[in-house]
């Protein structure tokens, strides 16, 4: 921008000196071109597109650069009189006279000094803008992040904290709730074996544990009303519910103690076990719930993890039936 300054005020000169020369018309076209150049170049500097007024502002109106830019008699104002000072040497028909031009290269000389000035005093106000706006992005960024980082623990305390902590206190539950079953059933059952005393279950995908695991489920289901054993391998723990209106029948063989000196075990074994799923069988027909077995003791419910109407007649109905 400086240089087409200094170049346009080099072309105005020697065509106020050389006035019809031979080479007139060489400088005019250079002029005009320079100043072209300058007028593209401050088009895009100060404006950035079309504008009616004429005093629009690339970063804004209102801006103490602008208004420092466009106030009276400042940089705008004298670089207009500069442009159409140069603008008025590039027509040869229309060229001022002797004097006028005489006065134009004066006014010109005069005021460079004042225009240069306020040139670099224009790009100093620029570039302090400039740096106060990169800080400010600075600022903006850092914020940014700080905020990001403060929602990302809010997130962690709020959310995932709790979760694990969740996780945590089921796994714990479970190991609890393992350790309540019997000692010979775990001895039994190798996978639950491994778990009680170790917490961590195996992540082997061989046969044999698949059907190791499939037993350990079928004992479970002995051991367990299928609901509860369901929930407990679904990660429920401690699994304890309120149960209003239930109906408890519990059986026992008399005289059992005598027919222990009589039979065989495995006259005993299946007596019980033939005795057993008879009752099995009523339990379910009248949907009942069988609880446990203990020797020749037999405990089932009605109204507890099945909801019934009438739970207390269809217990007495399958206990007289049982007789």
């Not at 103490?64 to 009189?81: A, W």
């Not at 479970?174 to 639950?192: F, G, N, Y």
């Not at 009589?262 to 949907?287: I, Q, S, W």
């Amino acid at each position: 921008r400086d240089w087409l300054l200094m170049r346009c005020l080099y072309h105005v000169e020697f065509l106020q000196y050389h006035r019809g020369g031979r080479f007139v018309s060489n400088d005019v076209r250079k002029l005009k071109a320079d100043l072209e150049a300058i007028t593209e170049l401050r088009h895009d500097l100060y404006f950035g597109g079309e504008s009616k007024g004429g005093h629009v502002h690339t970063i804004g109106s209102n801006t103490p650069e602008s208004q420092e830019t466009f106030r009276d008699h400042g940089l705008n104002q004298l670089m207009m009189e500069w442009m159409t000072i140069f603008k008025s040497f590039t027509d040869l028909l229309h060229m001022p006279g002797e004097q006028e031009t005489s006065w134009m290269v004066h006014h010109l000389w005069c005021s460079m000094k004042e225009l240069f000035h306020l040139l670099r005093e224009s790009e100093d106000h620029y570039k302090i803008a400039a740096m106060e706006w990169l800080q400010t992005g600075c600022l903006i960024e850092v914020l940014v992040t700080v905020v990001i980082a403060l929602f990302i623990i809010f997130e962690y305390i709020t959310f995932v904290n709790p979760i694990i902590n969740h996780a945590v206190e089921l796994e714990e539950a479970t190991k609890s709730l393992m350790r309540l079953i019997p000692q010979h059933v775990i001895d039994a059952v190798p996978s639950i074996k491994a778990y009680v005393q170790t917490g961590v279950l195996s992540a082997d995908s061989s046969q044999e544990h698949k059907k190791t695991l499939e037993e350990s489920d079928d004992l479970l289901g002995t051991i367990l009303p299928p609901s509860i054993c369901d929930r407990l391998k679904a990660g429920e723990s401690p699994i304890a519910d309120y149960c209003k209106g239930v109906t408890i029948m519990f059986t026992h063989i008399v005289g059992f103690s005598r027919l222990q000196a009589l039979m065989t075990p495995k006259e005993l074994v299946g007596m019980l076990n033939r005795l057993f799923c008879a009752y099995d069988e009523l339990v379910e027909a009248k949907g009942l719930e069988k609880i446990k077995t203990v020797g020749d003791s037999y405990m089932m419910a009605g109204n507890l993890l099945k909801r019934m109407r009438n739970s207390p007649r269809r217990v007495v109905e399958c206990a007289l039936e049982m007789l």
